[in-house]
């Protein structure tokens, strides 16, 4: 499909996949089920999920939630996520949980259980097989759908809650290829409805503290950024439970970036990606893959069918990407080797330079000459608002604190009637360097160029993203 998204180019694409498509592969999407058909799009096998937007449809850019009351939360996947960010928001006021999905029945009746001990009514339970959650979004008493599946449903769910006309959420990554996240833009402008990336870092302390950094100008112009997902998974990813049972597969398919937002989200919200810029082209390069080969040595049983498996993601994915107004950001991914975690976090100025991990400032002229001053000592002057409100409580929660930060701010931006802190193009941007770099990467690391899932609207807006620093 185009790169470009314009409305015509896009439209006649879709209907030509559609005329060509029609019901014999609806059908037969239905019997192969998501999971099978890990890099095809979903918006190919059931094209009558992601219809193109009407010409002329309104774009999502700071668009307000309607007021709700009480903010009817569903979550489809009780995993360990699903179960986690379930804590967090029965920890939030005006939320009730009025139903729960997963393939594995005791998955779901745990976070059912969770439910009632915080003081709810027993939550609808949709437990029959990999597509019940189409009969959860239906649901009448369901405001917002959260999706912590495995990465291949998170698309069909969120295309689906739409098609019902619900707010969705979907863990990282929204969609794995580019057609995914275009059939998403479509269906969220269509159904006047948000579908948001639920990306936790961006609510972090350090991330928050710098964003307010940023905003007052300390940094002065920003040049570059530097992002990543660097998180030794070894071991979870051969478990013979959760998510070993299913993040080892994509290792087998595709040379690329696997987990951009983490480290990509809070740097977009620095540079104001879709406020005034844009991703513009990235150029991706691989390392070898060795990492996992030599864990499964180190570690398998001679008869385990992970035996059966060739690795072909290279260990450490390094992009560059440059922005229409000329920033670059480096953006890498590695989550086979040793190392501490890191998501580099770091970003220059034309005034002052941050690297976290340890997180450490350097503002130009600072007393001391050219030192690193720890973020902690500018707290007290830049701590975010939302850190100083809720920072006590947040802490002892998920991640650091980030976890309850981001269930709050939806529950508020619900309760209030406010745009969310971030929308579907910026879901669709911080999500497609998944299909992008491995694009890159077949050409031998050519540009490729990032659809402008904004188709323009970028270059108006000007309303800030994230929650407000002042
Ligand atoms: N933001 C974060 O910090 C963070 C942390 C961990 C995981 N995640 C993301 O959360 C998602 C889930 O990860 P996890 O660690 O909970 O994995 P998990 O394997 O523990 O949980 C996934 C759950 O989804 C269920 N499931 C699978 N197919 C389903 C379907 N069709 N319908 C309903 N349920 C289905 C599984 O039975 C399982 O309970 C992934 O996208 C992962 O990348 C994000």
Same mark, same amino acid.
């Given at each position: 499909?185009?790169?470009e998204?314009?409305?015509g180019?896009?439209?006649?694409?879709?209907?030509?996949?559609?005329?060509?498509?029609?019901a014999?592969?609806?059908?037969?999407?239905?019997?192969?089920?998501?999971?099978?058909?890990?890099?095809?799009?979903?918006? @190919?096998?059931?094209?009558?999920?992601?219809?193109?937007?009407?010409?002329?449809?309104g774009?999502?850019?700071?668009?307000?939630f309607?007021?709700?009351?009480?903010?009817?939360?569903?979550i489809?996947? #009780?995993?360990l996520?699903g179960?986690?960010?379930?804590?967090?928001?029965?920890?939030? @006021?005006?939320?009730?949980?009025?139903?729960l /999905?997963?393939?594995?029945?005791?998955?779901? @009746?745990?976070?059912?259980?969770?439910?009632?001990?915080?003081?709810?009514?027993?939550?609808?339970?949709y437990t029959?097989?990999? !597509?019940?959650?189409?009969?959860?979004?239906?649901?009448?008493?369901?405001? *917002?759908?959260?999706?912590?599946?495995?990465?291949?449903?998170?698309?069909?769910?969120?295309?689906?809650?739409?098609?019902?006309?619900?707010?969705? $959420?979907?863990?990282?990554?929204?969609?794995?290829?580019?057609?995914?996240?275009? +059939?998403?833009?479509?269906?969220?402008?269509?159904?006047? &409805?948000? /579908?948001?990336l639920?990306e936790n870092?961006?609510?972090?302390?350090?991330?928050?503290?710098?964003?307010?950094?940023?905003?007052?100008?300390?940094?002065?112009?920003?040049?570059?950024?530097?992002?990543?997902?660097?998180?030794?998974? !070894?071991?979870i990813?051969?478990?013979?439970?959760?998510?070993?049972l299913?993040r080892?597969?994509p290792?087998?398919?595709l040379?690329?970036n696997?987990?951009?937002?983490?480290?990509?989200?809070?740097?977009?919200?620095?540079? $104001?990606i879709?406020?005034?810029?844009?991703?513009?082209?990235?150029?991706?390069?691989?390392?070898?893959e060795?990492?996992? #080969? @030599?864990?499964?040595?180190?570690?398998?049983?001679?008869?385990?069918?992970?035996?059966?498996?060739?690795?072909?993601?290279?260990?450490?994915s390094?992009?560059?990407?440059? #922005?229409?107004?000329? !920033?670059?950001?480096?953006?890498?991914?590695?989550v +086979?080797?040793? &190392?501490?975690y890191?998501?580099?976090?770091?970003?220059?100025?034309?005034?002052?330079? *941050?690297?976290d991990y340890?997180?450490?400032?350097?503002?130009?002229?600072?007393?001391?000459?050219?030192?690193?001053?720890?973020?902690?000592?500018?707290?007290?002057?830049?701590?975010?608002?939302?850190w100083?409100?809720?920072?006590?409580?947040? !802490?002892?929660a998920?991640?650091g604190?980030?976890?309850?930060?981001?269930?709050?701010?939806l529950?508020?931006?619900?309760?209030?009637?406010?745009?969310?802190?971030?929308?579907?193009?910026?879901?669709? +941007?911080w999500?497609?360097?998944?299909?992008?770099?491995?694009?890159s990467?077949?050409? =031998?690391s +050519?540009?490729?160029? *990032?659809?402008?899932?904004?188709? =323009?609207?970028?270059?108006?807006?000007?309303?800030?993203?994230?929650?407000?620093?002042?």
């Open positions: 499909m185009s790169d998204g314009r409305d180019v896009r439209e006649s694409a879709l209907s030509r996949r559609g005329l060509l498509a029609g014999a592969a609806l059908a037969a999407g239905a019997s192969l089920g998501a999971p099978a058909r890990l890099l095809a799009s979903t918006a @190919e096998w059931r094209a009558d999920l992601a219809p193109p937007a009407p010409v002329g449809a774009r999502m850019l700071g668009v307000p309607e007021k709700h009351a009480e903010v009817r939360l569903a489809v996947g #009780t995993g996520r179960r986690s960010m379930l804590n967090e928001w029965l920890a939030v @006021e005006g939320v009730r949980v009025t139903a /999905c997963d393939i594995v029945p005791e998955k779901a @009746e745990r976070a059912a259980a969770m439910v009632v001990k915080a003081g709810q009514p027993a939550p609808r339970l029959d097989g990999e !597509r019940a959650f189409e009969r959860l979004v239906g649901q009448e008493d369901v405001d *917002f759908v959260y999706t912590a599946t495995p990465w291949s449903w998170h698309t069909p769910v969120m295309l689906e809650a739409l098609r019902a006309g619900k707010h969705c $959420g979907s863990e990282v990554p929204i969609a794995l290829t580019e057609d995914d996240c275009w +059939a998403l833009v479509d269906a969220s402008e269509r159904a006047r &409805r948000h /579908c948001l639920m870092c961006c609510y972090g302390e350090s991330e928050l503290t710098v964003l307010r950094m940023v905003r007052e100008g300390v940094f002065g112009t920003l040049l570059h950024a530097e992002a990543a997902y660097l998180h030794d998974l !070894r071991a990813l051969f478990e013979n439970r959760d998510e070993g299913w080892r597969q290792h087998t398919q040379d690329t696997l987990y951009p937002t983490h480290g990509l989200g809070p740097v977009a919200q620095y540079l $104001g879709h406020r005034g810029d844009r991703f513009d082209y990235l150029v991706s390069m691989s390392s070898p060795a990492g996992l #080969t @030599e864990w499964r040595e180190r570690t398998e049983p001679k008869d385990s069918p992970t035996w059966q498996e060739r690795y072909v993601t290279g260990d450490m390094s992009t560059l990407i440059k #922005t229409a107004r000329g !920033r670059t950001i480096l953006l890498q991914h590695d +086979a080797n040793p &190392r501490p890191s998501r580099l976090n770091n970003l220059q100025g034309s005034k002052a330079v *941050f690297h340890p997180a450490r400032l350097y503002i130009d002229g600072a007393k001391g000459g050219e030192r690193w001053t720890p973020l902690s000592e500018y707290r007290a002057q830049y701590q975010h608002p939302l100083q409100a809720l920072g006590e409580r947040a !802490r002892s998920g991640h604190g980030m976890d309850f930060l981001m269930a709050y701010r529950v508020q931006c619900m309760r209030e009637g406010t745009p969310p802190d971030f929308d579907v193009y910026d879901a669709a +941007a999500s497609v360097p998944y299909a992008l770099c491995a694009k990467v077949r050409k =031998g +050519a540009p490729v160029k *990032f659809p402008d899932f904004t188709r =323009g609207a970028w270059q108006g807006a000007t309303a800030p993203q994230g929650p407000a620093t002042g």
